[in-house]
């Protein structure tokens, strides 16, 4: 039998795919609380963190023509799953381990469900919404980044990570447009981001600091700072 006409994969397809990979050997990172002598969640936090990284390398690819009919849906699925289960995952795996109240662990399950439920709903408005300018929510790859960025920059209270999960869930339905970042300042952005995950954690902590400054710093004023901007993927 012939593989189906839609199956041919472009090469921003395969980068997609692999970003798939990477949130997959996320969430099964953090079903484990040590995975090779290491702790789960800060393997599971630098997965995501290489996942953003696969995500702009894949719609940079997309933009110079290496692209296919399937490849804005799979890019749409695969930020479902890294940005969306994964982070959700992180956030309660780290609460059960280390929270003993049930209530404090219902919350932390609450805020974390409402995370994903805003990264799904913010992933079908940027579908619906592929031909706007502007497109509006703050987008789940940011929550993720400043998630996992958060928890390796030392905060590792599951219940401060649950709250801003929470705050996220909201953000990424309002109404605010969001433009993407300009070459520039991804390619800084994606220098910083790499040296957080592959460097060892006394040395990676103020680099994954400085991630989230910057992190906080678009999601403050990129509606504002980039309205001279379209929305890049």
């Known amino acids: 039998m012939r593989p189906h006409p839609l199956c041919r994969i472009s090469l921003a397809d395969g980068v997609s795919i692999t970003n798939l990979l990477i949130g997959f050997g996320a969430i099964c990172l953090l079903t484990e609380p040590v995975v090779g002598g290491f702790d789960s ?13 696969a995500d702009g390398v894949d719609g940079l690819l997309a933009r110079y023509g290496s692209d296919s009919q399937i490849g804005p849906v799979l890019d749409s699925v695969v930020d479902v799953v890294t940005f969306g289960v994964a982070p959700g995952l992180f956030v309660v795996t780290l609460a059960t381990r280390s929270v003993e109240a049930t209530g404090s662990r219902l919350l932390v399950i609450g805020l974390a469900s409402a995370y994903v439920v805003g990264a799904i709903v913010r992933t079908a408005i ?3 919404e592929s031909a706007q300018t502007f497109r509006r929510g703050v987008p789940n790859t940011l929550g993720a980044v400043i998630l996992a960025g958060a928890f390796l920059a030392g905060l590792t209270d599951p219940l401060a990570l649950a709250v801003l999960a929470g705050i996220f869930a909201y953000l990424m339905v309002t109404e605010t447009p969001y433009p993407g970042l300009r070459r520039i300042d991804a390619i800084g952005v994606g220098s910083v981001q790499t040296l957080a995950i592959i460097l060892p954690p006394p040395v990676s902590r103020p680099l994954a600091g400085l991630l989230v400054i910057v992190a906080v710093a678009y999601l403050l004023g990129g509606p504002v700072l980039y309205r001279d901007r379209g929305i890049v993927k």
């Not at 969640?41 to 990284?53: D, E, M, V």
Request: zero cysteines.
């Open 41 to 53: 969640h800060s393997l599971g936090a630098r997965a995501i963190l290489l996942g953003a990284i």
């Open 126 to 128: 940027y579908t619906t």
